[in-house]
């Protein structure tokens, strides 16, 4: 299956500063990306939709300023969380669809997962 | 709108015991579903799909589900549990967004335990 590259595996950071997280899908091309948040013995919450060369698309309550991204080219998008606090620290996903198998937008295409960043704000 | 729901957040079973893990979906049009497998401190993985071929739907390490509308259900099973299997699954339905693209939408997962 294809695979998906996400940077760094774990972070660890002072608060008030701001952590970039990469995601890469590094043997196809992915238009959209999706970015999840993980609290620990949850379930997958989807922060916001990654589009190629346009803004984002952020699900009910989740801060568009305090996590940016940005999805510059075809095969990267990241995750910057600003101004990082405590309770920001979560394990956070990335995931995207490989749209090879048909039409963009086909709901039975697989969704590949990075590994995951665990993200600690001390 | 279109949710799953995920029976029981643990189960545990025998080694060579058979595994059943529930879940429930809604949805107004014929759904897209699919069940992950998350181990500690990793992302998801794939086990299988349903993607209205076929109701009956085998995946990966021995798993298979069973796409049932009249109960709205697609649990998963495996006929003889293994250690390795002790992991945290995901069901999850693809719901469409804007720009004619899916995302997918996940149950609250259930954490599976093999004891020898």
């Known amino acids: 299956g294809a695979v998906v590259s996400q940077h760094p595996s774990r972070v660890i950071c002072k608060s008030g500063t701001s952590v970039k997280i990469e995601c890469r899908s590094l043997?196809?091309?992915?238009?959209?990306m999706f970015w999840y948040r993980q609290f620990p013995k949850q379930s997958l919450m989807l922060m916001a939709t990654?589009?190629?060369?346009?803004?984002?698309?952020?699900e009910q309550g989740v801060e568009k300023d305090k996590f940016l991204i940005n999805h510059a080219s075809l095969t990267l998008s990241t995750l910057t969380v600003t101004s990082a606090h405590p309770e920001d620290s979560s394990f956070y996903i990335c995931s995207a669809r490989d749209w090879r198998a048909g039409r963009p937008g086909r709901p039975n295409t697989e969704a590949f997962f990075g590994q995951g960043t665990r993200l600690t704000v001390v | 709108a279109q949710s799953v729901t995920q029976l029981g957040s643990h189960v545990s079973v025998s080694e060579g015991a058979l595994v059943l893990l529930r879940c429930n979906y809604s949805?107004?049009?014929?759904?897209?579903l699919f069940w992950y497998v998350q181990y500690p401190n990793q992302g998801l993985q794939l086990l299988l799909k349903y993607t209205s071929a076929a109701t009956l739907v085998k995946g990966i390490n021995g798993f298979e589900a069973e796409f049932k509308k009249s109960e709205t259900s697609f649990h998963l099973t495996k006929p003889s549990a293994h250690m390795s299997d002790a992991a945290e699954y995901f069901c999850a339905v693809s719901v469409g967004i804007s720009g004619g693209y899916n995302k997918l939408i996940f149950g609250a997962g259930t954490r599976l335990a093999v004891h020898p």
């Open positions: 949805s107004s049009v014929p759904p897209y």
């Open positions: 990654s589009n190629e060369g346009s803004k984002a698309t952020y």
């Open positions: 043997d196809f091309q992915a238009t959209t």
